[in-house]
């Protein structure tokens, strides 16, 4: 049984909630950003060193433990996510000078061109295009894994910023609504992601690591696991690669997919996931339930996806003795199509300890 404490501990020599802010939010489909404060309202009320975030996605639920001094385990089955969480969270000192970042800018080792040509036309300009491709190129010749990471990020975020809706489902600048990130130029993006995850950067005392595989193959435990995974719902997708191909590509250099040619995007096939469907996505939870039943579980999911409330809390009870859940009125919208409109749910955080 879980050890309960009458008031959350104080546990790391810096502000918490001042180290949160330098956090580099962008748009990210299912990030929790805006509910940190209920998933550490639901956490803190434990005694815990240590966490596992099975699905870190943008990494901040991930930063959010760390500020509050936990020894941290990230894991994402995107590589994007991993170099996140690589740059963030296992890294605890390594910067990127503005100087090597203005080095990766500038081309001295030929490129081979491979954004300019399979993606000429369809989401930035030739010389955006060319720009990507310089600095990828030399980011693969960087031998320090925290730089390496840190500039791969930066490329990334810049990616997303120059992207309009940050998501990569069609071609063209269909949703150019004029805004100063579309204006702003690639270079300078570049630059300022850099500064901005340099100073993110910060040592918690503890070993963190990142990790980039399939959440059943993650071996690792911790006192606390939280479990943040797609939402299955009908109503809706929840592929990510679908939206994030393009960077998710950039993030591991497009080694391992096949790029569907047929298609306006170029993107590649989702990855499986038994989130996928109604009866997978019970599945799946039971078998993260059962191979984490000695931690604490802490697991976010909607009120219109599947497993339902009342099935959720039915599979952790199976593993559990003392189950939880706190709704948190959430107002979500993501979507592609101009016919998605915004949804009032509400957002579950299961708690079985």
């Known amino acids: 049984m879980a050890k309960m404490l009458s008031s959350p501990p104080i546990e790391a020599v810096f502000d918490a909630d001042e180290q949160m802010k330098l956090f580099p939010a962008t748009r990210y489909m299912g990030s929790k950003s805006k509910l940190l404060e209920h998933i550490w309202s639901a956490s803190s009320q434990f005694s815990f060193d240590s966490v596992i975030d099975l699905f870190s996605g943008s990494g901040v639920v991930s930063y959010m433990y760390k500020t509050h001094g936990k020894a941290v385990i990230s894991n994402d089955y995107m590589a994007m996510g991993g170099v996140i969480t690589q740059a963030l969270i296992e890294n605890s000192k390594t910067t990127l000078s503005l100087n090597e970042a203005e080095k990766l800018t500038t081309i001295d080792t030929p490129t081979d061109d491979f954004v300019s040509d399979t993606f000429r036309g369809i989401y930035y300009s030739n010389e955006d295009n060319r720009f990507i491709d310089v600095v990828r190129t030399n980011i693969a010749l960087m031998d320090d894994p ?88 009908p109503k809706s997708d929840n592929e990510y690669v679908r939206r994030y191909h393009f960077v998710e590509g950039l993030a591991r250099d497009w080694k391992g997919v096949e790029i569907q040619e047929n298609t306006k995007t170029k993107k590649f096939k989702n990855y499986p996931t038994p989130f996928s469907t109604k009866d997978g996505a019970a599945q799946a939870f039971e078998s993260i339930f059962k191979k984490y039943a000695d931690a604490i579980l802490i697991v976010s999911y909607s009120s219109n996806s599947r497993p339902n409330m009342d099935e959720m809390i039915s599979l952790l009870k199976k593993y559990k003795d003392k189950v939880d859940v706190i709704p948190v009125d959430y107002k979500y919208s993501f979507g592609t199509r101009e016919t998605v409109k915004r949804n009032d749910v509400q957002e579950y955080i299961f708690i079985g300890a």
């Open 146 to 233: 925290y730089k390496k990471a840190i500039a791969m990020e930066a490329l990334i975020r810049t990616c997303i910023k120059k992207r309009p809706r940050g998501i990569f489902t069609y071609v063209g600048e269909r949703y150019n609504d004029g805004r100063k990130d579309l204006q702003k130029s690639f270079h300078d993006h570049f630059i300022d992601a850099v500064s901005i995850i340099n100073d993110a950067v910060f040592d918690n005392g503890k070993k963190c690591k990142s990790y980039n595989v399939d959440s059943m193959q993650l071996r690792a435990k911790a006192d606390l696991v939280y479990i943040d995974p797609p939402y299955y719902t």
